[in-house]
Structures are given as structure tokens and as C-alpha cells.
């Protein structure tokens, strides 16, 4: 087959010099870069609880667990960093080795979709953005839905391009599409928005899909069986449509949104890593543009893909302004970059010689590799934290932890995995709305536990819980509290 290496053995060598590239960066410094905190903490832990007894839930006292009614990853996520802990034991190593496989299987799961869709030098192209994409680590290390769920979004693609190839022919076709749209739905509320996307684009098919309605039902009835797993064990038998609703409209509780949604817009063109993405969203706008321009065909599945990145950037827009929730759309503009260039590049055929025209794609994605790879290893959050040594830190300090000897944390969800140690009381609060273990600040008043572990900021902001407490000097990037 032709390649941009000029032969299979070049192309198969490059391909899996790529992913030696991404298992280095996806294992390096595994526990402690990026850092552990609050959003994987209550994973891990919740994880850990699906491990031990089969429920969502976190400790708040010794014994005594509280479920967790809002968790903004499913199912797909937990299952199996829950698997990972009940084989290798409680630990952040532990809980991060199935995120290792995610990045793997999504690194994977982008070239076969862009061979699909591209070709194969298109694949590997996009394969190298991936490769050297600081926020694949940065957010594909930690305990996050974000990664998983771009994997299912890309397996959901494929099945979606393979439908469209068989002309939304086959069961089997919908089962996929079914199946990996329902997991890409459980793994974070964000990817809701992809099925929504699919639904819309083959809304514009229907005269085609409606012949095959036998068939066409095994999607929606597979994906819905997911969706009723997913909310069975994301909110129990118990919570309230209307709570739910709530909370994942607003689940940070922003005052405004017309102001936060204006804050947000101008950060895209101001602020250095929503502006990339501003950039390659408008590169692939362009594309998609030419291409409906000149009556060339754009296929559902790289429609979809477009109109879930653009729900996305709209959905961004209301949050408190964190970049992760701009992920999604940043990692698929990425990833149809090399083809969006393509595209674009051949709009000046009349212009510029062939092999220039062919030349200016590949030019444009290794400038994009430099400067990621530059960032990589120097200024992203994964890079300024290569030397930090906390999970290290903790487990040397807590492996001759007595057993007797309870703990109390506070709103640190992040540290009851490095503990080691079933004996600890707790409470967080990750929203201003929702806490979990506020039964317990009582018996943090009365002195109770033993000890108290609490970030420094804590200590001084809320000095009235820990009255009855005095720090000790012990070596934990915490404040260790040991009753008077």
C-alpha cells in the first residue's frame, strides 16, 4: 500500500515506534506526574468501594459508607479500575494501570478510525498529534472519564462509517453503533452529547435507514439497555429526575451564566490553549466548508464528530472555565487536523507544484508535533510535575501506620488512597451544593479521631474544626494533626 514512508515494513516500524512513544509517556512517573487530586480521588475511592462490596460509595467513618448520588464518570470508567484494585491491591498505582490501557486502546482506536476515514497516511499523521498531545497524559493518567470516553466516541465513529458503508445495512451494524454509543454515554455525562450528535446527522439519512427499521431497532434498544445500567448503578433506585437534571445543568452552581458563558468566549481568543483550539476548530470549519462547496462527500461519521465537538465548546461555555471541559472538541480537531490540512492544501493545486500541495500538510502537522513535544517535556502539568515524589512520599511515611491509630480527613478525597489504612473518618465537599460525611465534622469538633490530615488552606480557613488539635512535623505534603 502506498504510505508516506514508501513501503508496509517503513510504515508498520514508524507505526509502532509511535506507540513505544505513547506506553513511555503513559507509564512515566505513573503515580505521581500528573498529581493525584480531587476529582480522581473520589474515583479511586469510589472504585475501591465497587471492589469491596459492588457500590458507588466512599467512607465517611470506619465501617460506615455514603453513597455517591452525582458522580460525573460510569460504569465503563469504574468497572475497571475496580478490576485493577480487587487484582493488584488499593493503590493509586493500582488504580491507574487500566487508564494506561485507555490511552493505548485510544491511540489505537484513532488511526483505525482515520485509516478508515483518510487513508493511511492520514492515520499515522493524526497518530503522531496524539502521540505527543500533553493533555492525552495529563488527563488520560489521572482517573478521569475522558479519556475512556474518547475511545468509545472513536469505536462509535467507526461503526458509524461502516454502517454508512453498507448502506445502513445489517444488525449487526446497529448492535455496534448501539454498543459503543452506550459506552460512550456511560463514561461521562459530556458524552451524552456524541449519541445526540449521531441521532442528528442520520436524521438527514432517514430515507435510507427507515427501509431497514427491523435492523435499525438493535441500535437503539442496545443503547438504552446501557443507559439504564448506567443510571441504575450512577443514581441508584432512589434520586429524583428533576435532581438530576439539576445538578449536571449547573452542576458547579455558577451564579450567572450569561456572564461566565462571556468570560468563557473571550478566553478563546485570548488564552493560549483555548485559542489552539479555536484554531483547529476553524481549520476543520474550513475544510468541511470547501468540501460542500465542491460537492465532495464529508462522511457521517467525521459530521458527527464535528457536530459533538461543537455541542461541547457550546456546553463549555456555562462551566466554571477548567479547560478539560473543552477536551473533547480539542483532542477530534486534532485528530481530523492532518486531514482538514489535506483538504485545504489541495485548494491550491493550480497554484503551487504537486508535491509542494502534498509537502504542506505534513509541514503543518510536524509543527504542531514540535511544539507539542516541546511542551511535553518542559511546560505542561504533566511536565512540571516529573520530579514530585507525593504518593511516594505518603506510603513511606504510612507504611508503619498502627491500626489503632484512626484519622480524620478533610475535603481531601484525594489522600484516603494513600493511606493504607481502613481506619479514617471523612469529609469532602466537592461542590458548593453537595458534601458527603458532614455527620462526621461533630466528631471532628469533640476530638474523636486520632489524628486529622488536612491541607494547610483548610487549617486556616476553618480553624474551629481542628481546636482540639495541635500540627505535628511530619514529613507529608499534609498538615498532620494529632490530638492534644
Same mark, same amino acid.
Given at each position: 500500500?502506498?504510505?508516506? #514512508?514508501?513501503? *508496509?515494513?517503513?510504515?508498520?516500524?514508524?507505526?509502532?515506534?509511535?506507540?513505544?512513544?505513547?506506553?513511555?509517556?503513559?507509564?512515566? =512517573?505513573?503515580?505521581?506526574?500528573?498529581?493525584?487530586?480531587?476529582?480522581?480521588?473520589?474515583?479511586?475511592?469510589?472504585?475501591? &468501594?465497587?471492589?469491596? $462490596? %459492588?457500590?458507588?460509595?466512599?467512607?465517611?467513618?470506619?465501617?460506615?459508607?455514603?453513597?455517591?448520588?452525582?458522580?460525573?464518570?460510569?460504569?465503563?470508567?469504574?468497572?475497571?479500575?475496580?478490576?485493577?484494585?480487587?487484582?493488584?491491591?488499593?493503590?493509586?498505582?493500582?488504580?491507574?494501570?487500566?487508564?494506561?490501557?485507555?490511552?493505548?486502546?485510544?491511540?489505537?482506536?484513532?488511526?483505525?478510525?482515520?485509516?478508515?476515514?483518510?487513508?493511511?497516511?492520514?492515520?499515522?499523521?493524526?497518530?503522531?498529534?496524539?502521540?505527543?498531545?500533553?493533555?492525552?497524559?495529563?488527563?488520560?493518567?489521572?482517573?478521569?472519564?475522558?479519556?475512556?470516553?474518547?475511545?468509545?466516541?472513536?469505536?462509535?465513529?467507526?461503526? @458509524? !462509517? +461502516?454502517?454508512?458503508?453498507?448502506?445502513?445495512?445489517?444488525?449487526?451494524?446497529? #448492535?455496534?453503533?448501539?454498543?459503543?454509543?452506550?459506552?460512550?454515554?456511560?463514561?461521562?455525562?459530556?458524552?451524552?452529547?456524541?449519541?445526540?450528535?449521531?441521532?442528528?446527522?442520520?436524521?438527514?439519512?432517514?430515507?435510507?435507514?427507515?427501509?431497514?427499521?427491523?435492523?435499525?431497532?438493535?441500535?437503539?434498544?442496545?443503547?438504552?439497555? @446501557?443507559?439504564?445500567?448506567?443510571?441504575?448503578?450512577?443514581?441508584?433506585?432512589?434520586?429524583?429526575?428533576?435532581?438530576?437534571?439539576?445538578?449536571?445543568? $449547573?452542576?458547579?452552581?455558577?451564579?450567572?451564566?450569561?456572564?461566565?458563558?462571556?468570560?468563557?468566549?473571550?478566553?478563546?481568543?485570548?488564552?493560549?490553549?483555548?485559542?489552539?483550539?479555536?484554531?483547529?476548530?476553524?481549520?476543520?470549519?474550513?475544510?468541511?466548508?470547501? +468540501?460542500?462547496?465542491?460537492?465532495?462527500?464529508?462522511?457521517?461519521?467525521?459530521? &458527527?464528530?464535528?457536530?459533538?465537538?461543537?455541542?461541547?465548546?457550546?456546553?463549555?461555555?456555562? *462551566?466554571?472555565?477548567?479547560?478539560?471541559?473543552?477536551?473533547?472538541?480539542?483532542?477530534?480537531?486534532?485528530?481530523?487536523?492532518?486531514?482538514?490540512? =489535506?483538504?485545504?492544501?489541495?485548494?491550491?493545486?493550480?497554484?503551487?507544484?504537486?508535491?509542494?500541495?502534498?509537502? *504542506?500538510?505534513?509541514?503543518?502537522? #510536524?509543527? @504542531?508535533?514540535?511544539?507539542?513535544?516541546?511542551?511535553?517535556?518542559?511546560?505542561?502539568?504533566?511536565?512540571?510535575?516529573?520530579?514530585?515524589?507525593?504518593?511516594?512520599?505518603?506510603?513511606?511515611?504510612?507504611? *508503619?501506620?498502627?491500626?489503632?491509630?484512626?484519622?480524620?480527613?478533610?475535603?481531601?478525597?484525594?489522600?484516603?488512597?494513600? @493511606? %493504607?489504612?481502613?481506619?479514617?473518618?471523612?469529609?469532602?465537599?466537592?461542590?458548593?451544593?453537595?458534601? !458527603?460525611?458532614?455527620?462526621?465534622?461533630?466528631?471532628?469538633?469533640?476530638?474523636?479521631?486520632?489524628?486529622?490530615?488536612?491541607?494547610?488552606? !483548610?487549617?486556616? =480557613?476553618?480553624?474551629?474544626?481542628?481546636?482540639?488539635?495541635?500540627?505535628?512535623?511530619?514529613?507529608?505534603?499534609?498538615?498532620?494533626?494529632?490530638?492534644?
Amino acid at each position: 500500500m502506498p504510505t508516506l #514512508f514508501g513501503s *508496509t515494513r517503513a510504515y508498520a516500524a514508524v507505526l509502532l515506534g509511535l506507540f513505544a512513544v505513547i506506553f513511555f509517556y503513559a507509564t512515566y =512517573k505513573l503515580t505521581e506526574s500528573p498529581p493525584t487530586w480531587y476529582d480522581e480521588g473520589i474515583y479511586i475511592q469510589v472504585a475501591h &468501594s465497587f471492589a469491596e $462490596n %459492588g457500590t458507588q460509595s466512599v467512607q465517611v467513618a470506619p465501617g460506615e459508607f455514603k453513597r455517591i448520588e452525582f458522580l460525573t464518570v460510569g460504569f465503563p470508567v469504574i468497572a475497571p479500575v475496580a478490576a485493577s484494585i480487587k487484582m493488584f491491591g488499593y493503590s493509586v498505582f493500582a488504580a491507574r494501570i487500566p487508564m494506561v490501557i485507555f490511552i493505548l486502546l485510544f491511540a489505537a482506536s484513532v488511526w483505525w478510525l482515520m485509516y478508515r476515514l483518510a487513508g493511511p497516511r492520514e492515520a499515522l499523521l493524526s497518530l503522531l498529534l496524539v502521540a505527543t498531545f500533553p493533555l492525552l497524559y495529563g488527563n488520560g493518567k489521572n482517573v478521569l472519564g475522558e479519556i475512556p470516553g474518547l475511545l468509545f466516541s472513536c469505536l462509535s465513529l467507526i461503526a @458509524l !462509517y +461502516r454502517l454508512e458503508l453498507d448502506n445502513f445495512k445489517g444488525a449487526k451494524n446497529y #448492535f455496534l453503533l448501539g454498543l459503543a454509543a452506550g459506552l460512550t454515554a456511560a463514561s461521562k455525562p459530556v458524552f451524552l452529547l456524541l449519541p445526540g450528535a449521531i441521532a442528528i446527522v442520520l436524521i438527514f439519512r432517514l430515507k435510507k435507514i427507515l427501509p431497514q427499521w427491523k435492523d435499525m431497532l438493535v441500535g437503539p434498544v442496545t443503547f438504552i439497555a @446501557l443507559m439504564a445500567l448506567w443510571t441504575y448503578l450512577q443514581f441508584g433506585p432512589d434520586a429524583s429526575l428533576s435532581a438530576i437534571l439539576a445538578y449536571y445543568l $449547573n452542576p458547579y452552581g455558577v451564579a450567572s451564566v450569561s456572564a461566565t458563558m462571556l468570560e468563557n468566549l473571550v478566553r478563546l481568543f485570548t488564552e493560549d490553549t483555548p485559542l489552539y483550539c479555536t484554531l483547529l476548530m476553524s481549520v476543520w470549519i474550513v475544510s468541511i466548508a470547501v +468540501r460542500i462547496y465542491r460537492k465532495r462527500s464529508v462522511s457521517l461519521a467525521e459530521y &458527527s464528530a464535528f457536530v459533538f465537538s461543537a455541542l461541547v465548546l457550546i456546553a463549555y461555555l456555562r *462551566t466554571a472555565g477548567w479547560y478539560r471541559y473543552f477536551f473533547e472538541t480539542l483532542a477530534m480537531a486534532l485528530i481530523l487536523a492532518p486531514l482538514s490540512l =489535506k483538504v485545504i492544501a489541495q485548494e491550491f493545486r493550480k497554484f503551487f507544484p504537486e508535491r509542494l500541495v502534498l509537502a *504542506t500538510p505534513i509541514a503543518g502537522v #510536524f509543527l @504542531l508535533t514540535a511544539l507539542q513535544l516541546y511542551e511535553l517535556n518542559v511546560t505542561s502539568w504533566v511536565a512540571t510535575h516529573y520530579h514530585r515524589t507525593t504518593v511516594a512520599d505518603m506510603a513511606k511515611f504510612f507504611d *508503619t501506620w498502627p491500626d489503632d491509630k484512626s484519622i480524620f480527613v478533610y475535603n481531601s478525597p484525594e489522600a484516603p488512597n494513600m @493511606l %493504607g489504612t481502613g481506619n479514617y473518618y471523612q469529609y469532602m465537599q466537592p461542590t458548593e451544593t453537595i458534601a !458527603y460525611g458532614a455527620d462526621q465534622l461533630q466528631a471532628l469538633k469533640d476530638g474523636v479521631p486520632d489524628y486529622v490530615l488536612v491541607a494547610a488552606a !483548610y487549617h486556616e =480557613k476553618y480553624p474551629e474544626f481542628f481546636s482540639r488539635y495541635e500540627v505535628t512535623d511530619a514529613p507529608i505534603p499534609y498538615l498532620l494533626l494529632s490530638r492534644k
